[in-house]
């Protein structure tokens, strides 16, 4: 089996090509570095990760944009990921512009990522490279020394112009990787790969020569498992289907006896919709919720610009959404009705801080502080406190009301 890694680079370029209407060359940039550019930028020596400043020297009249998710539409960072999932069912984003793909055992990687490479022809973008090899680490390096001249002799050309493609077979890939810099072996953190340059270890091959058990005297014991077999190009870990993202819904047939009875039920439907968002690490950029009563179907919906996924955020969302129903059908209380909402858009959360509270009235109280106790054991890196409830203002509430997306920013 193989994995296709496929990167777009100019993706964000070409988008904020399209929403400036601009012609001067665009560089986009985050935290001070270069994460796209145009193929203009490309052609006068900028790469991605470049300090901005040098990019300015190498194309002084590019017009530098910050990096800004929301600006996007979810519609155009999802174009990589649409592609690799009608190439194979099983795709991995790391970036909306970075993607893994899984193989079938008797599918050519070369055919497949030749497919991809026709498929994206008229999207947004100016190159797309890809890697295929026999696992993760492999199809990425291939990706990511598109640049180095090292690669130059076993690039395959491709029929597109915009396109490169480099394919590692099983057997040489760890012939392959031997005399390239320890800054390739990109699965370990920076402090990783700097800490083996500082040890006087350049290649990979270097690293490749050192037993485990020596690595295991400089670094903890899983990295150096991990040094051990990423330096002989060996890769255990697979391509996790996360695209598309499921929705999650919840559903009840009811019968509601007042207007009231409805605002109860909708709120602990966003108390599931929220335990379930927060267990998976998700957010949703749309909320609905659709009702099946003697007078017929009926279905309202919000899209949101900022994923949410906290309880009261989604009860606001859900009883403006039973309103607008409610004053549409008379059939909606004094029957049997079905009810369902979801949540949809889905994307990946990442959690800075988590609060863990229980009123001290409440008989799980000790439940929470054995929790907190327990984490403060599992993460020991991390500060995990028993702390109290925070006071929420009047005008906080009532600004919640009128926007109740407001917690989630």
């Given at each position: 089996m193989s994995v296709l890694h496929a990167w777009l680079q100019g993706l964000y370029a070409g988008l904020e090509g399209i929403r400036s209407s601009?012609?001067?060359?665009?560089?986009v940039a985050r935290e001070g570095r270069v994460l796209d550019f145009?193929?203009?930028?490309?052609?006068?020596?900028?790469?991605?990760?470049?300090?901005?400043g040098h990019a300015h020297q190498c194309i002084p009249d590019a017009s530098v944009v910050e990096f800004d998710a929301d600006l996007y539409r979810p519609d155009d960072l999802e174009f990589l990921p649409r592609l690799g999932a009608a190439v194979s069912p099983q795709v991995e984003v790391v970036e909306p512009e970075q993607i893994f793909v899984q193989l079938g055992a008797r599918e050519d990687g070369r055919a497949a990522a030749r497919r991809?490479?026709?498929?994206?022809?008229?999207?947004?973008?100016?190159?797309?490279?890809?890697?295929?090899?026999?696992?993760?680490?492999?199809?990425?390096?291939?990706t990511l020394g598109m640049e180095d001249d090292r690669f130059r002799g076993v690039v395959l050309s491709s029929s597109?112009?915009?396109?490169?493609?480099?394919?590692?077979?099983?057997?040489?890939?760890?012939?392959?990787?031997?005399?390239?810099?320890?800054?390739?072996?990109?699965?370990?953190?920076?402090?990783?790969r700097g800490r083996l340059e500082r040890l006087g270890l350049k290649t990979v091959g270097e690293v490749a020569e050192i037993s485990e058990g020596i690595l295991a005297h400089q670094f903890d014991a899983v990295t150096a498992r991990?040094?051990?077999?990423?330096?002989?190009?060996?890769?255990?870990?697979?391509?996790?289907?996360?695209?598309?993202?499921?929705?999650?819904?919840?559903?009840?047939?009811?019968?509601?006896?007042?207007?009231?009875a409805m605002w109860q039920v909708l709120s602990g439907?966003?108390?599931?919709?929220?335990?379930?968002?927060?267990?998976?690490?998700?957010?949703?950029?749309t909320v609905s919720l659709e009702l099946w009563a003697d007078d017929g179907r009926h279905r309202e919906e919000r899209n949101l610009s900022r994923p949410v996924r906290?309880?009261?955020?989604?009860?606001?969302?859900?009883?403006?959404?039973?309103?607008?129903?409610?004053?549409?059908?008379?059939?909606?209380?004094?029957?049997?009705?079905?009810?369902?909402?979801?949540?949809?858009?889905?994307?990946?959360?990442?959690?800075?801080?988590?609060?863990i509270f229980s009123a001290a009235e409440r008989s799980d109280q000790k439940e929470v502080r054995k929790l907190v106790s327990d984490l403060n054991d599992k993460y020991t890196d991390r500060i995990i406190f028993w702390?109290?409830?925070?006071p929420v203002t009047y005008r906080e509430k009532r600004l919640a009301f009128w926007d109740p997306i407001r917690g989630e920013r």
């Open positions: 601009g012609t001067s060359a665009l560089v145009c193929s203009r930028a490309q052609g006068r020596g900028v790469v991605s990760g470049m300090p901005i991809l490479v026709r498929a994206a022809a008229d999207g947004p973008g100016h190159t797309l490279w890809v890697g295929v090899a026999v696992n993760r680490l492999l199809a990425r390096i291939a597109d112009p915009r396109a490169e493609l480099l394919a590692i077979s099983g057997d040489a890939g760890e012939k392959f990787i031997r005399s390239l810099p320890v800054s390739y072996l990109w699965p370990l953190p920076q402090e990783v991990c040094l051990h077999n990423y330096s002989r190009g060996r890769d255990a870990s697979v391509v996790s289907s996360d695209y598309p993202l499921p929705e999650i819904a919840w559903e009840r047939e009811i019968h509601l006896a007042s207007s009231g439907a966003a108390r599931y919709l929220a335990d379930e968002l927060s267990a998976e690490g998700l957010g949703g950029l906290r309880s009261s955020a989604l009860q606001q969302i859900l009883c403006r959404l039973g309103e607008g129903i409610a004053r549409r059908s008379a059939a909606v209380t004094g029957s049997p009705v079905r009810m369902r909402a979801v949540v949809s858009s889905l994307m990946a959360q990442r959690i800075v801080q988590e609060s702390g109290e409830q925070l």
